[in-house]
């Protein structure tokens, strides 16, 4: 069965070795100049307060250009590189579920052959557990080698922003919406599930081309619901209020008098990940309305200045405000849950994959038409 | 060796029309004492036929004293016809031949002939048993 | 006498459906069972319920004295012809081959490259540019070569020119000649069956009609005609498949275990495509006494 398995699987697994090795060239070709770029920078040697300067240094100059850039235009080869990276991580597991998963029994289904192997001396139970057990994590394997080589070539940019750089585009902390699922071992978590979703589509549906559809859809509802609903809430939220000037809040305008703070830093907490932040008052009330007397703030700002129309004036709007004692409700998960968080959603999205098999083994034994 | 055949259109059982052949090439001289018939599995796969009925037609043979089986080899032929070879009849046959041509004569065509051959000899068959 | 397969009361619905209803059959082992009916009858049912495909609604089924596909020792019991030959498209002949060992632990690699020798077929063609005829020839080597105690064909010759149809019973026969392997197969077209089969099964509307030995049911069953008749005024004992009227004379079909002594009736033997093609123009609101002859 192991034979039968990989000589199905065969052309799929060169794909995946090509795709594999094609990234892996990608990243080879431009990382030894951005670690140079690192080594020169002085972060190797530098203390305390003065990292987080020459980290942002280092980041700024890595992302608008001032580094080599193969690709004409001007356009920033490590800035491409990276989001095309990140984006490959991110769609991997998707891209192994529906042309790994979907197809697996649906074919089989579709073109009736199953009745040629299922009547071979093996038990459909047999069948499925090899083909799952070494497709599965072949799709697991593939999706992580992905994001460990990823991560390899982003290690300067990890351990600048580590160092306190910001103001950059890579600037995302660990808990970003495109870091936490593209590092660590959520990709093997994501794979696993696709993979599973896939194969259970098939099932259903009986048709590859439907299952790939549904597995698409499915795969990224989750992916878009989990980070909004779930991820947030594995673990119990921390709550601290802080000022806004210390939280690195910005007031922002949403349809005025709104009050949007958007907190950035949590005082005490370096690398935390910030859920929600919004003004409270002394009283610990929540305030949604920006007070009547910063109005003023907004419509000073306001008007022409040489012809064109500029905004409020930011820094007089976030003091107006913070001198009416509205301070920032900060709910966030500390830098130490990292690990944990990992664990607990990968740790869910496992225990799904094993949910939608054990589903599919009983399915599959079930007698029907 | 001989080879079988089957006319799938006679109505004629196929292990009859087997038996049939194997009595008819005794007779033509085809056939003799110690000769081999052909494997059942030969004539199974020759003929696409079931192999039971191939063994049916050689269980009849040796009923008939015709031929004997012998397990792992084959069947064999172990007797002979009554009658003697077709050639012994020298006489009937120029008789039978001057009837054809008195039949033809009288303006018989092939079928007719064969019609009134076949009629007469069934209705002499029947007397004989009645 | 062991059966290949044995049924009792056994019936198979779709929703509202039943495909396949009061099916109580003893098929003995040791034969080429033929088993004839036309399109929609519930041929297919009857073998996807032997295999274990599908599980039945009502009744049972055993297959070699167990339940269908119970295991992979069963499994490995049965070989299996499904409808149209499915192959692997895009795997060759030789990998079909590599599937069949690999899966199957009493697999004969000799017997099944004698076969494909045989056959002419090249181990590296890819099984969806074989002919038909080819492709029914490898899926039936795949169904040989493991050695089965049974061979289950589904309408393995349907889609075949006759020249291909040919080859494949010759083929199937010699199998049967060199293994003891009962053989099960279905097909609408009587003519394929009549020199391979040696017991008939008549499937029509998802009932059987009649089922035996080929030579059994031949001798049981005679044409009768005869001055006009009603068929209700027959002796005990003689019942009437079917039956014709012109105004002044009678024919009819009856099965019977005693000879007919009534000199009124000229007698004749029947061929067994007119006997099968009788049962099947029996119209389905008549009550069937069926015997299974053994």
């Known amino acids: ?10 052309a799929q697994a060169i794909t995946a070795a090509a795709a594999l090795a094609a990234f892996a060239i990608v990243l080879v070709l431009t990382e030894s100049r951005m670690a140079s770029m690192y080594d020169s920078s002085g972060l190797l040697t530098c203390h305390g307060g003065a990292c987080s300067g020459l980290a942002t240094t280092f980041l700024v100059q890595l992302s608008s250009g001032q580094g080599v850039s193969f690709i004409p235009f001007g356009a920033n080869v490590y800035v491409i590189v990276y989001f095309l990276s990140v984006l490959v991580i991110l769609v991997a597991p998707a891209i192994t579920g ?22 071979q001396s093996i038990t459909r139970t047999r069948w499925l557990t090899v083909k799952l057990a070494l497709i599965g994590l072949a799709a697991m394997a593939v999706t992580e080698a ?9 290690a300067p940019i990890g351990k600048a922003v580590g160092l306190g750089g910001g103001a950059s585009i890579f600037s995302e902390g660990r808990f970003g919406w495109f870091v936490f699922p593209t590092h660590g071992i959520t990709p093997l978590g994501y794979a696993a599930f696709a993979f ?9 549906i009986r048709r590859p081309i439907p299952a790939m559809a549904a597995t698409l859809a499915i795969f990224a509802a989750f992916q878009a619901i989990v980070p909004l609903w779930i991820r947030p809430n594995l673990f119990p939220t921390s709550q601290t209020t802080a000022t806004i000037a210390a ?8 349809a005025n008098p709104a009050l949007t ?19 409270v008052n002394a009283a610990g009330q929540r305030v949604s309305t920006i007070p009547a007397a910063c109005q003023s703030a907004i419509s000073d700002g306001l008007g022409s200045h040489r012809g064109t129309t500029v905004g409020p004036d930011p820094v007089a709007l976030n003091n107006c405000v913070a001198r009416h004692g509205i301070r920032v409700a900060e709910g966030y998960q500390p830098a130490s849950h990292y690990w944990p968080l990992q664990l607990a959603e990968t740790g869910f999205y496992l225990a799904l994959a094993l949910a939608l098999a054990w589903y599919c083994f009983w399915r599959l034994n079930r007698r029907r038409s | 060796m001989i080879e079988f055949h089957l006319d799938g259109r006679s109505g004629v059982a196929p292990y009859l029309q087997l038996i049939h052949q194997v009595r008819h090439a005794l007779r033509l001289g085809l ?19 079931n192999p039971n009925t191939v063994l049916k037609a050689y269980r009849e043979l040796e009923y008939e004293g015709l031929a004997a089986a012998r397990p792992g080899i084959g069947t064999f032929v172990t007797g002979t016809l009554d009658g003697g070879s077709l050639a012994a009849h020298g006489p009937l046959r120029r008789e039978l031949q001057r009837w054809l041509a008195k039949a033809r004569r009288a303006g018989l065509d092939d079928e007719s002939i064969e019609a009134l051959f076949a009629s007469t000899f069934r209705s002499a068959s029947e007397e004989d048993i009645a | 006498m062991t059966a290949a397969i044995e049924t009792e009361a056994l019936g198979k619905r779709y929703r509202t459906k039943w ?14 069972v033929g088993l004839v009916g036309p399109n929609g009858a519930g041929k297919t049912t009857l073998l996807n319920l032997a295999t274990g495909e599908l599980a039945p609604t009502t009744g049972t089924i055993e297959v070699l004295g167990n339940r269908p596909a119970a295991g992979p020792a069963q499994l490995a019991r049965v070989g299996y012809l499904a409808q149209d030959a499915p192959l692997y498209a895009g795997l060759p002949v030789a990998d079909h081959l590599r599937l069949g060992a690999h899966l199957n632990p009493g697999w004969d690699a000799d017997l099944a490259h004698r076969r494909v020798e045989r056959l002419d077929l090249d181990p590296k063609q890819k099984a969806g540019t074989l002919s038909g005829g080819q492709r029914a020839q490898l899926a039936l080597t795949l169904a040989v070569a493991k050695r089965p105690e049974l061979l289950v064909l589904d309408e393995p010759v349907a889609s075949l020119d006759p020249l291909a149809r040919r080859e494949f019973l010759q083929d199937l026969m010699e199998s049967v000649a060199e293994q003891e392997v009962s053989v099960v197969l279905s097909s609408h077209l009587i003519s394929d069956l009549e020199r391979a089969c040696d017991y008939v099964i008549v499937l029509v509307d998802s009932r059987v009609r009649v089922a035996g030995p080929v030579d059994d049911l031949l001798a049981a069953h005679h044409l009768l005609s005869g001055p006009r008749r009603d068929p209700a005024s027959l002796p005990a004992g003689m019942e009437v498949v079917s039956a014709s009227h012109t105004d002044v004379q009678t024919t009819l079909l009856v099965r019977t275990s005693g000879p007919v002594l009534d000199p009124a009736w000229t007698v004749s033997e029947v061929g067994l495509e007119d006997l099968m093609l009788a049962y099947m123009k029996q119209p389905a609101t008549r009550r069937h006494h069926l015997e299974v002859l053994k």
């Not at chain 1, 599973?196 to 259903?204: F, H, K, S």
């Not at chain 2, 494997?39 to 020759?46: E, I, L, P, R, S």
């Not at chain 3, 009061?22 to 003995?28: A, D, E, R, S, V």
Request: net charge neutral; with cysteine; aromatic share 10%.
């Open chain 1, 146 to 154: 992905f994001s460990l080589l990823q991560a390899w070539w982003a």
């Open chain 1, 1 to 10: 069965m192991m034979w039968l398995t990989w000589r199905q699987f065969r």
């Open chain 1, 247 to 254: 939280s690195g809040a910005n007031v922002s305008l949403g």
């Open chain 3, 19 to 32: 495909a396949l209803a009061g099916c109580t059959l003893f098929i003995p082992a040791g034969h080429v």
């Open chain 1, 261 to 279: 703070l958007t907190a950035s830093i949590v005082p005490g907490q370096p690398g935390a990940w910030i859920i929600s932040s919004e003004g």
């Open chain 1, 196 to 204: 599973a979703l896939g194969v259970t589509a098939g099932l259903i």
């Open chain 2, 31 to 49: 056939l003799h004492e110690g000769d081999q018939l052909p494997k059942v599995k030969d004539v199974a796969a020759g003929l696409a036929i």
């Open chain 1, 98 to 119: 529906i042309f790994w998963g979907a197809p697996l029994i649906a074919r089989e289904l579709e073109t009736g052959t199953f009745r040629l192997t299922w009547n």
